[in-house]
T-cell receptor
Framework: DAGITQSPRHKVTETGTPVTLRCHQT?????MYWYRQDPGHGLRLIHY???????DKGEVSDGYSVSRSKTEDFLLTLESATSSQTSVYFC????????????????FGAGSRLTVL | RKEVEQDPGPFNVPEGATVAFNCTYS??????FFWYRQDCRKEPKLLMS???SGNEDGRFTAQLNRASQYISLLIRDSKLSDSATYLC????????????FGSGTRLLVRP
């Protein structure tokens, strides 16, 4: 168990409101990720972090910001939620996979289901 | 064209059947390959890595064909508990390092 906790697990909000999702890990992993999952799409990377205050954009970062002020917490913020951001959001940490040089194996949190009305 | 493509299914098979899924990838800089399993309304979990020579883990066998750029997952003696969505994942190292997820193949195993 990688000790990843996401909160809230479910949220319904209205268009234009700010939303923050929290990912908390207990095992001091350096790399943390935020993905979104939508029907017909694979998991898509929003942002990732490689250390405290070190973050970078993924492939679908527009409309999202992140912060990592402590190793254990990685926050995803939607400054002004839109209906297109209705999705399931997964946080993940990575560990080096055995036998796959350079490849990271991801362990995911349980997900946060966000509905924007 | 998606970088990683999977047949969405569903594959509906009886218990005890053998079922195979394929996944194709388009980026020749793909270096590592994985299968993840995702149960309904749950998070994805690593099922197995895919090695160049092919590898087996109990009833599950993964194969890689670099020339044709596809990977496969074979499940023998299907169990009801194998019902899930199977995600093909490719690790690409070109100008960046990234994991690319397929959208998954759904498997339903019936009694």
């Amino acid at each position: 168990d990688a000790g990843i906790t996401q909160s809230p697990r479910h949220k319904v909000t209205e268009t234009g409101t700010p939303v923050t999702l929290r990912c908390h890990q207990t095992e001091n992993h350096r790399y943390m990720y935020w993905y979104r999952q939508d029907p017909g799409h694979g998991l898509r990377l929003i942002h990732y972090s490689y250390g405290v205050k070190d973050t970078d954009k993924g492939e679908v970062s527009d409309g999202y910001s992140v912060s990592r002020s402590k190793t254990e917490d990685f926050l995803l913020t939607l400054e002004s939620a839109t209906s297109s951001q209705t999705s399931v959001y997964f946080c993940a940490i990575s560990v080096k996979g055995r036998g796959n040089s350079g490849a990271n194996v991801l362990t995911f949190g349980a997900g946060s289901r966000l509905t924007v009305l | 064209r998606k970088e990683v493509e999977q047949d969405p299914g569903p594959f509906n098979v009886p218990e005890g059947a053998t079922v195979a899924f394929n996944c194709t990838y388009s980026n020749s800089a793909s270096q590592s390959f994985f299968w993840y399993r995702q149960d309904c309304r749950k998070e994805p979990k690593l099922l197995m890595s895919v090695y160049s020579s092919g590898n087996e883990d109990g009833r599950f066998t993964a194969q890689l064909n670099r020339a044709s750029q596809y990977i496969s997952l074979l499940i023998r003696d299907s169990k009801l508990s194998d019902s899930a969505t199977y995600l093909c994942v490719v690790y690409v190292r070109d100008s960046s390092y990234k994991l690319i997820f397929g959208s998954g193949t759904r498997l339903l195993v019936r009694p």
